[in-house]
């Protein structure tokens, strides 16, 4: 069969890109198999991983930020408290109008900004679910090792 001249450049071209996608004759049978371990050590899937023995911390003073924007740490425990849409445990306290009776810190005025900019007489609905960026201290080991150093600013 005879190939036409003007597709010689494109055939050739093919042919060599095919030899390249293949790799070089028995390079699958010498690399090693990657091991990778995730935070689920194995565990299936479909099953959950025993719960780890860790308590979270009883009350003590608000700890010190890492980074200027970090939400603050809850310094007690929040083991049974109920945050749904109709009811957040948490305003109990933390409510402007109850700070003065609880001794418990306000929420910041940006928690009543819609992502607009608009003030609002209430709590926003996206800053309503506290524990989305608040969380309570834990004896918790960490789960990777990390070399995190505190922002400059915050030392």
């Given amino acids: 069969m005879k190939i036409p001249p003007l597709l010689r450049p494109a055939l050739s071209l093919l042919l060599a890109f095919s030899v390249f996608a293949a790799g070089p004759a028995g390079a699958a049978d ?34 010190e930020r890492d980074f200027v924007q970090m939400p603050p740490l809850i310094p007690h425990t929040i ?53 989305q960026c608040h969380v309570p201290q834990s004896d918790a080991k960490p789960l990777v090792a990390n070399t995190y150093e505190r922002a400059k600013g915050m030392k």
């Fill in 30 to 63: 010498k690399a090693a198999p990657v091991k990778l371990e995730g935070l689920r050590q194995g565990t299936p899937l479909n099953q959950d991983n025993p719960p780890a023995n860790n308590r979270q911390e009883r009350d003590h003073p608000v700890g």
């Fill in 79 to 131: 083991s049974g408290y109920q945050i749904t849409k109709n009811f957040n445990k948490c305003m109990d306290c933390h409510a402007w109008q109850k700070t003065k009776e609880s001794g418990a810190t306000k929420i910041s005025v940006t928690h009543f900004k819609t992502r607009d900019g608009i003030e609002l007489d209430s709590v926003s609905p996206r800053r309503y679910f506290c524990t």
